[in-house]
């Protein structure tokens, strides 16, 4: 049986639609390194180098402040269990250059940000993007 894609909830004030999601294997990745770590976040701040990656921290440890975007809410819980909610976040900066694209966190082999969570691990996330219509 395939996983399915995991969608965001709608956090953006007077926004009806999602803006990023987690493929399978994201999240298979992302419930791995949930037993590890416990409750994760990610943010995506656009700075050069490792900044450029979305990067995944433990819940809480990379401060977000009113610079900050919070795109969506993810549940990576398989069907049935207790929820595993991921709080998506870009620096508002970043947000006005991608503020009209959907976002796919999608795993790959390679070396990511040493501060990201899964960077021991001989992966890292990247982010695929695509154009939006409509937001609302």
Known sequence: ?????????VTITGE???R???????????RSL????????????????DGSSPMCFPAGEFITSDRDVLLGRLDIAPPGSESQSIDFWMSAEQFEYWSHTFLTV???????????????????FLIRSRLMSSFD
């Open 106 to 124: 999608d795993v790959v082999a390679g070396r990511g940000s040493g501060f990201s969570a899964e960077a021991p691990r001989g992966v890292r």
């Open 34 to 49: 949930w037993d590890e770590h416990g409750p994760l976040m990610f943010h995506q701040s656009g700075g050069c180098c």
């Open 16 to 18: 009806t639609r999602p």
């Open 20 to 30: 990023v999601e987690f493929t399978p294997a994201t999240a298979l990745l992302l």
């Open 1 to 9: 049986m395939s996983q399915p894609v995991v969608t965001a909830s």
